[in-house]
């Protein structure tokens, strides 16, 4: 991972439950909170934790897959017995253009990065749970600073929920996030062909669920190492590739330039774009 500026090293560790500031030169960066859905827990049922960050103006954090430069926002468990947290999930980035003239994928502003909880069945109504946790980022603009808050959530065992609703600050964020491409078009087509000069090439339809195919936002495996793909162009751009001309539009290429054969396709997310709205599906491209 590449890294454009010089890091002035600044740990936060929040230790009590509500709100965390990372401070730097006398400004907040990055303004922390975990959010539960629900301060109910049912036992058996997951349950959604949000990690909210408030960045300052001009300052941003990173994607699952930072890109070129930067790091990813990470988070790490102390759970009770019989509690299994799933992976990170995070809204659609932007990809911009480093000072140094790396891309990466970003957040500005604001963005709330979603966790599943899936807790014990045995657990008794009227029990007190305690979940903690320590999320790690890197917020950038000039120079980087890498930032950190623990926090704990005491949430409570019930029969049923109650009748309050999920917490009105995720109800909106979780609509952000990608959706499945196999539960929202399954038949969108794409195929992976391998060429012979280290890259992958994502063969697919120029339209989708949600408008013209614009980018694919990669999740490499760990060990893989590759380039931002390249934007989708015609499939009669590339020679090799004209086999494959009368059933599909658009061509993807993705240089890998470490692990190329280990890898025969790259899950993702395929970026969708119409005259009201951009949106992710997450897509397991195999």
């Not at 899950?267 to 709205?277: R, W, Y």
Request: with cysteine; aromatic share 12%; charged share 20%.
């Amino acid at each position: 991972m590449h890294f454009k500026k010089s890091f002035a090293w600044l740990s936060l560790l929040g230790l009590a439950t509500g709100l965390h500031g990372q401070t730097y030169n006398g400004q907040q960066l990055v303004q922390f909170e975990a959010i539960p859905e629900s301060k109910e827990i049912v036992p058996g049922q997951p349950f959604l934790v949000g990690l909210q960050m408030d960045m300052a103006d001009g300052w941003h954090t990173y994607w699952t897959f930072s890109g070129e430069a930067g790091l990813a926002t990470s988070v790490s468990w102390e759970l009770p017995e019989g509690v299994v947290a799933g992976e990170v999930l995070s809204p659609l980035p932007i990809l911009k253009e480093e000072d140094s003239g790396l891309m990466a994928y970003a957040y500005y502003d604001e963005v709330t990065h979603f966790v599943r909880l899936f807790p014990s069945a045995d657990w008794e109504p009227g029990q007190e749970i305690e979940i903690r946790g320590r999320v790690d980022w890197l917020v950038c603009q000039e120079p980087c600073i890498p930032g950190d808050a623990e926090f704990t959530l005491t949430l409570t065992v019930v029969e049923e929920r109650s009748a309050q609703p999920t917490d009105p600050r995720l109800e909106g964020q979780k609509a952000n996030l990608p959706r499945s491409l196999a539960l929202e078009n399954s038949d969108f087509p794409f195929r992976w062909v391998k060429g012979d000069d280290n890259h992958l090439y994502l063969l697919t339809a120029i339209e989708g669920p949600a408008g013209q195919l614009q980018a694919f936002y990669p999740l490499p495996p760990e060990g893989i190492f590759i380039e931002i793909p390249q934007k989708p162009q015609p499939i009669a751009n590339f020679d090799h590739l004209s086999e494959y001309a009368d059933e599909f539009d658009k061509a993807i290429a993705i240089r890998v330039n470490s692990g190329f054969s280990q890898i025969e396709h790259l899950d993702g997310v395929l970026v969708f774009e119409n005259s009201e709205s951009r949106k992710g599906f997450l897509a397991n491209l195999h």
